[in-house]
């Protein structure tokens, strides 16, 4: 299996695309992040692992801003995210620049989210129509573009409740690419695929890594944790317990706390 590894960033490097300091969340008395800070340069593939409810999925959103955080700060392509205090709840202070920069992070959920009323060419075009104001030429010729990409061309005109989950992920990765984001985000986009779909979807995602996008990756699948990226960040009750390189990571220096993570899932 060849193994798929962006160039180490160094000091050299343009600023950090996302860099978040001391990140926490919680949800009432449950801390969930408890002061997670990283950065990601421009072509960083990063694998977030751990196991259920070691805070994954939180910080994809906390980073997307569908959760806030309740405290630290957070920085998305070279800007600041400021954020105020009303009515008793902390919010981005700007609108219209958090509008602006969600515009730039695609976002693919495990859960597919594509509109059941609309076409899988229409479910590519709508956000390109409706947010960056393309005219619907010019987007349905992008979405025709990127569902031959993925796979799906043969199936713009179908509904998702007529295609399998495989094919529903592709046509929702197709979505987030037809918004030019600079970072796309995947949320375990292969957790709620039959086995036998799950390839199909990472061989999607491969590719976008070999075109050296800058993507954060939440997977359970630990081979392609592996393989993909080069970071790996372990996660473990809302703290980083490991990071660094796949093959420091998951190597014979790993941690006895990720050693127990992987228990008999050991990569092969």
Not at 96 to 107: D, E, F, K, N, V
Request: hydrophobic fraction near 40%; include cysteine.
């Amino acid at each position: 299996m060849t193994t798929l590894h962006a160039a180490p960033h160094t000091a050299a490097d343009d600023d950090a695309i996302i860099e978040i300091r001391d990140l926490r969340k919680s949800f009432g008395q449950t801390e969930v992040l408890k002061g997670i800070s990283l950065s990601a340069h421009r072509g960083d593939v990063i694998s977030l692992i751990g196991s259920s409810g070691s805070g994954k999925s939180t910080l994809l959103r906390c980073l997307n801003l569908l959760e806030t955080p309740s405290a630290g700060t957070l920085r998305l392509l070279g800007e600041p995210l400021p954020f105020r205090e009303r009515g008793g709840q902390r919010e981005p202070a700007d609108r219209r620049q958090l509008r602006r920069l969600r515009a730039r992070l695609g976002m693919v959920f495990q859960g597919f989210n594509l509109w059941p009323h609309l076409t899988l060419e229409a479910n590519v075009m709508e956000a390109p129509v409706q947010v960056l104001g393309r005219s619907r030429d010019a987007a349905r010729a992008e979405a025709r573009r990127l569902l031959e990409r993925v796979g799906l061309h043969h199936l713009r005109d179908a509904y998702p409740a007529t295609l399998s989950g495989g094919q529903q992920q592709r046509g929702a990765i197709a979505r987030a690419l037809a918004m030019s984001p600079e970072v796309l985000l995947f949320d375990e986009p292969t957790s709620a695929l039959d086995p036998e779909l799950v390839g199909e979807v990472l061989a999607v995602i491969r590719d976008l890594a070999e075109e050296g996008r800058t993507m954060l990756i939440v997977t359970h699948e630990m081979q392609f944790a592996a393989d993909v990226a080069n970071r790996v960040i372990f996660l473990d009750q809302g703290e980083i317990a490991a990071e660094g390189p796949p093959d420091q990571v998951f190597g014979s220096t790993r941690t006895e706390r990720l050693t127990r993570f992987l228990g008999t899932a050991a990569l092969t």
